[in-house]
């Protein structure tokens, strides 16, 4: 049993270290950059055991900020209002039990001013999970890209809402 709830400042020490834990699915944030994260983003909530421990969490920004990420670009450059999935992580041990769908399903319910959701998950390397997930839930490819000096390469994802 898992509750969501709105991520804290007090939460980020843990939320970098679960962070660190999907590394190379996603890419290394600093504290100061969680902090940044949390202080612009527009959905940005941890998944709870019945103990209390964080067991995972999505990081979901507006479009229109002066943000580095070569995949933000790309959607900004292309899509004029989104909401973009910066990343969701899921520890190992709470994996499999619909925490991962419960966010998105629960981000989709809390951005009513929003008709686009963007994302994108790695083909090079692989991950073959990410990408069976969001294909489930009906994400559709719009393009690729070659990112971190072309040893990544991601497939981005959008799904109208």
């Not at 991950?127 to 971190?148: A, C, R």
């Amino acid at each position: 049993m898992f509750t969501l709830r709105d991520a804290e400042h007090s939460d980020i020490d843990k939320i970098v270290q679960i962070n660190e834990t999907a590394i190379p699915a996603v890419n290394y944030v600093s504290y100061n950059e969680f902090e940044w994260f949390l202080k612009r983003k527009l959905y940005f909530k941890i998944a709870e055991n019945s103990y209390g421990a964080i067991s995972g969490f999505l990081l979901v920004l507006p479009s229109g900020l002066d943000y580095k990420s070569l995949n933000y670009k790309w959607f900004s450059g292309r899509y004029e209002k989104f909401a973009y999935i910066d990343r969701i992580v899921i520890m190992d041990e709470f994996k499999k039990n619909g925490i991962g769908k419960s966010l998105y399903l629960d981000l989709e319910k809390n951005i009513s001013e929003y008709e686009l959701i963007a994302c994108e998950f790695n083909i090079e390397p692989p991950n073959p999970i990410s990408k069976k997930f969001h294909e489930s839930l009906n994400y559709e490819n719009v393009g690729y890209q070659l990112t971190e000096n072309e040893t990544k390469k991601v497939s981005l994802m959008i799904k109208k809402i």
